[in-house]
């Protein structure tokens, strides 16, 4: 017997909150675009980055173990991209964090 589903299922029926994996990145590109944010509000794109890559890279772990964890319909496991999306999470939260720390030393 064969079956398919796709990512939009897998989501669907997953945690509610993996939507805002998406939802927070497209934020931090956003505040990333517009130079007024980061050069006026610094503290707005650093917050941004950090809780956007933190509960990315939060949501997108939890997902996975509990995946991999619970039998399902559809045979799961980590790939490559999977590791290449938690890194980028992770880059984004270490980026934001330094960014932060850079702009809030005194001259």
Known sequence: ???SVSGYDLAR???KFL???PLFMVAVVVFGLLRLIWE???VV???AGTVGGAVSAYL????RSITNNSPRLV???WTLLFWLGFAA???VLTAAFIFYVRRSRSP
Do not use: C, I, R
């Open 75 to 77: 045979a799961t496991q």
């Open 60 to 63: 997108m772990y939890h997902e």
């Open 45 to 47: 794109f650093a917050l």
């Open 13 to 15: 029926e997953g945690d």
């Open 19 to 21: 939507w805002f994996v």
């Open 89 to 91: 999470s992770l880059g």
């Open 40 to 42: 006026k509000m610094p």
């Open 1 to 3: 017997m064969n079956d």
